[in-house]
C-alpha cells in the first residue's frame, strides 16, 4: 500500500512539472512594486544611502545622556570615548551606587533595524574578566549585545564579548587583540506585544563579528538581567539605541543604522 501511495505521489508530481514546464512562465513573474533603489557604500562598513549616520567622527548631535541632557563622552581623533560613570558629574553619589545600565542613548528611537558600528577596547590591558574592555550595544535600551576584551581573556560564555548578554554565547570567539577596531554587523527584530501587553512574538538578533555570523537569528528571552532570569516587559514600538558606560574607555565610531 505504501509502495504504490508513494508511485502516485512521484507521479502527480512528475506530471504537475510537466505542466508547469509547458505552462507560461508570466504567471510567476511580479512585476509590482518594485523595490527601492538604495546605493550600498563603497565597502561594507560605509553607509549606504538609506542609512542614518549616529556617528560620523565629529558630530554627536544624535545622542544624549539618559536623562535626556548633553554628555561629557570624549570626541578625538574620529572617535567617541567612554568618560567612566564615576567621574561623570551629571549623577549623584547615590545614583552611581545604583546597579543601572549608564551610558549615552540615541535621541530617536528604533525598531526593527540593521546596525552597524565599530569599537576599540583599550590598548592597555588593565584587569581580568567582566572589567577588562567591559561595554555594550542595547538594542532599545535593554538588549544587549555584549562587548568585551575577549581576545586571551577567560569569562563566563554567555557575558564574553559578541554574546547576548546572559543569554545566548557567540558562536566563535573572533576577537582582535586589544587596542584594535572591531565592528559588529546587526540585524535587530523587536519584539511585539498584544493589547493585554503579553508577548506576541520575541525579539531576536543576528550578528556577524569582525564579518563573522557569531549570532544566527538566536531568539531572546527578554531583557537583559545580570540577576535573574531575563523577561519580557511591554514596551513602545520604538526605543533608543543606547552605548553602555561600564567604568572601561571603549571607543566607538563609524555608527549608522538603517530602519527596517
Known amino acids: 500500500m505504501r509502495s504504490k501511495l508513494l508511485l502516485s505521489f512521484f507521479l502527480v ?5 510537466h505542466a508547469q514546464e509547458k505552462g507560461d512562465p508570466k504567471l510567476t513573474e511580479i512585476w509590482s512594486p518594485v523595490p527601492k533603489v538604495v546605493m550600498p557604500g563603497k565597502t561594507p562598513a560605509d553607509p549606504p544611502s538609506d542609512a542614518i549616520i549616529l556617528f560620523n567622527g565629529k558630530d554627536v548631535s544624535a545622542w544624549q545622556s539618559k536623562k535626556g541632557k548633553p554628555f561629557n563622552w570624549k570626541v578625538e581623533d574620529s572617535a567617541i570615548t567612554v568618560v567612566p560613570f564615576a567621574e561623570d558629574t551629571e549623577y549623584s553619589a547615590e545614583e552611581k551606587q545604583k546597579n543601572t545600565v549608564q551610558g549615552i542613548q540615541t535621541k530617536q528611537g528604533f525598531g526593527n533595524c ?14 581580568d574578566g567582566q572589567s577588562r574592555g567591559n561595554s555594550g550595544v542595547l538594542l532599545m535600551g ?3 549585545l555584549q562587548i568585551l576584551d575577549s581576545y586571551n581573556n577567560p569569562t ?6 559578541g554574546s ?9 570567539n573572533v576577537c582582535r587583540p586589544p587596542g584594535e577596531w572591531q565592528s559588529y554587523d546587526i540585524i535587530f527584530t523587536a519584539p511585539q506585544f498584544y493589547e493585554d501587553s503579553t508577548l506576541k512574538s520575541a525579539a531576536r538578533m543576528t550578528v556577524f563579528q569582525n564579518g563573522v555570523l557569531i549570532q544566527n537569528n538566536a531568539e531572546l528571552w527578554g531583557s537583559m538581567q545580570y540577576i535573574g532570569i531575563p523577561k519580557y516587559e511591554k514596551h513602545a514600538a520604538k526605543e533608543p539605541l543606547l552605548l553602555q558606560d ?12 538603517r530602519e527596517l
Not at 540593521?114 to 584587569?127: D, M, N, S, Y
Not at 563566563?156 to 564579548?161: A, D, E, L, M, T
Open 156 to 161: 563566563y560564555s554567555n557575558g564574553q564579548s
Open 246 to 257: 561600564h567604568r572601561n574607555p571603549v571607543k566607538f565610531r563609524n555608527i549608522w543604522i
Open 142 to 144: 535593554r538588549y544587549e
Open 114 to 127: 540593521q546596525l552597524h558600528i565599530e569599537w576599540k577596547t583599550p590598548a592597555e590591558i588593565k584587569g
Open 164 to 172: 547576548i548578554y546572559k543569554q545566548h554565547m557567540p558562536m566563535v
Open 13 to 17: 508530481s512528475i506530471t504537475y512539472i
